[in-house]
């Protein structure tokens, strides 16, 4: 096929994928195993959020930390998908706890002056409603689904420095399993029906005899 084909078929596809899906596409119909995904633009977006629910970075010696994370999170964002997350964030009704936290933090009132300028402007226009994230923010082929999926899957990790010691902190997202969720919930129910007794009451115990056997085989 002509060179010149084969681009005007891939831009066409390209153009058929954003026009159906309006915001989130699966390129696999397009033979494209992958896409490039905004890693680094999302984490440090959400880095400047847990930083500022940590009331030791309010301390002016570590205010520098989020201002680094901001200006990193704008440096990054070069297809706008941190800006299209939280206009899309401040449109969903129910947000989950993480997603509380960066929309607590990033919808704030637009000063021209701050790092956060761009951030506060992408809350502001999913609250206003008028257009749609999609159409403000074109560059991102994300959908919501797909951009917390990414956010979760990669963790955040910040160190927070110290005189002697530096501190890392981590937050990793882990998958429930949903059926041993389950046996667990109907194992302490049933315990909890037949003896009257709390299973954390059986389980601490347990760990309470272990620990006097153990303490008596020392001696």
């Known amino acids: 096929m002509n060179p010149s084909l084969k681009l005007l078929f891939f831009s066409f596809g390209l153009y058929t994928a954003r026009k159906n899906e309006k915001g989130g596409h699966d390129f696999s119909r397009l033979g494209i195993s992958s896409f490039s995904a905004p890693n680094s633009a999302l984490r440090e977006l959400a880095k400047g959020a847990f930083l500022n629910s940590w009331p030791v970075t309010n301390k ?26 939280l206009c ?18 990033y919808d704030k009132p637009v000063n021209y002056g701050s790092d956060s300028l761009f951030f506060n402007i992408a809350v502001k226009v999913g609250k206003d409603g ?4 999609y159409d403000v923010y074109p560059r991102c082929f994300l959908a919501l689904p797909e951009m917390l999926k990414i956010l979760r899957r990669q963790g955040i990790s910040f160190e927070v420095p110290g005189e002697d010691r530096d501190c890392q ?9 949903k059926r041993a969720e389950s046996a667990r919930n109907k194992a302490k129910e049933i315990l909890s029906n037949e003896t009257g007794t709390e299973v954390g009451a059986i389980i601490f115990e347990d760990y309470k005899e272990s620990t006097e056997n153990q303490t008596n085989e020392e001696k």
């Open 130 to 133: 008028e257009r749609e994230c």
């Open 169 to 177: 902190v981590y937050f990793l997202w882990k998958k429930k399993d």
């Open 60 to 85: 002016p010696a570590l205010q520098h930390l989020r201002t680094e994370t901001l200006k990193d999170a704008n440096y990054h964002d070069t297809d706008d998908c941190a800006k299209k997350l």
């Open 88 to 105: 899309d964030l401040s449109r969903k009704e129910g947000l989950n706890w993480d997603e509380d936290l960066l929309i607590n933090y």
